[in-house]
């Protein structure tokens, strides 16, 4: 199982499915390391999560900050035993009517910056450590307005068969977790939905998801946390779907 003086590292730890993992590795005694842009929120993670818990500004997409990332964590632990690669912004596009703009974004971040910070904090990680990426059940569909997060979760996905082979000497497991719909701030972040969009969203899961509900960042980091420990240890290059069977029927 995780023990007490493993290290974890969650980009994008102050909201969402990566506040709920960071917490869920605290309480099993892990020292957690997140990341984000925003200080108010690592602030308000640092005050309920405590000691345990050390924040860093930074931003995956800039080369820059992972090399603070990594300074900081060797200086106060010395080495990671998990990443959560968890960092990710979803942001609609219509085809047709794209920016590059919007291109870049997505994918410097969900996938330029994800392939970066993993690959920096390669001399952290311990032998035998466990790497999760966070893609989607979208890596796998075609969901209208949503081309580019589609095919940067597909990457996300991608990264994980090739890590896992190219990490195998150093007894890395790599594995991705693909979440369906997860009730987080990300719905009126990125996605610039409504409180009524989400009530119609909720409504439409009860019809069409076989467990008729959004899930719970509770439920994505119960995942993550599994495939990081030792239950896991036969587990590698895989991705799993965390989303209720929706998109499994
Ligand atoms: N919620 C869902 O339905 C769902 C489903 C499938 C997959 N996912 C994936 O799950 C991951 C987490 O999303 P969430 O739903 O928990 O959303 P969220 O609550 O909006 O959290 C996103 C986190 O990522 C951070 N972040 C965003 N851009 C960043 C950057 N450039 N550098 C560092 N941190 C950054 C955010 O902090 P700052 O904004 O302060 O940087 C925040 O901590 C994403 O990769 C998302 O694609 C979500």
């Avoid at 990457?155 to 082979?165: C, G, H, K, T, Y």
Wanted: glycine residues 8%.
């Amino acid at each position: 199982m995780i023990e007490k003086n493993d290290s974890i590292l969650i980009t994008g730890g102050s909201s969402g499915i990566g506040l709920a993992t960071a917490k869920t590795f605290i309480d099993a005694g892990a020292d957690v390391f997140i990341t984000g842009r925003n200080a108010e929120r690592l602030d308000t993670a640092k005050k309920e999560l405590g000691d345990a818990l050390t924040t860093i500004q930074a931003d995956v997409s800039d080369t820059k900050d992972n090399e603070k990332v990594y300074e900081i964590i060797k200086d106060k632990k010395g080495y990671l035993t998990t990443i959560f690669a968890n960092a990710g912004v979803a942001e609609g596009n219509i085809m047709g009517k794209t920016s590059i703009e919007s291109f870049d974004k997505t994918f410097d971040i969900n996938v330029k910056g994800m392939f970066f910070t993993v690959q920096s904090m390669l001399p952290l990680l311990k032998n035998g450590s466990s790497i999760v990426l966070n893609a989607s059940i979208v890596a796998n569909k075609g969901m209208a307005n949503l081309s580019l997060y589609n095919a940067s979760k597909a990457a996300v996905r991608s990264f994980s068969r090739s890590w896992a082979n190219d990490l195998k000497s150093r007894h890395i497991r790599v594995n991705t977790i693909s979440p369906g719909v997860t009730e987080t701030p990300i719905f009126t972040h990125g996605l610039d939905m409504s409180k009524e969009d989400i009530e119609n969203l909720k409504a439409s899961l009860a019809q069409t998801s076989p467990i008729g509900r959004m899930g719970t960042p509770q439920e994505i980091a119960d995942t993550v946390f599994f495939l990081a420990s030792k239950k896991a240890s036969y587990i590698n290059g895989i991705e799993l779907a965390v989303d209720g069977g929706f998109a499994q029927i």
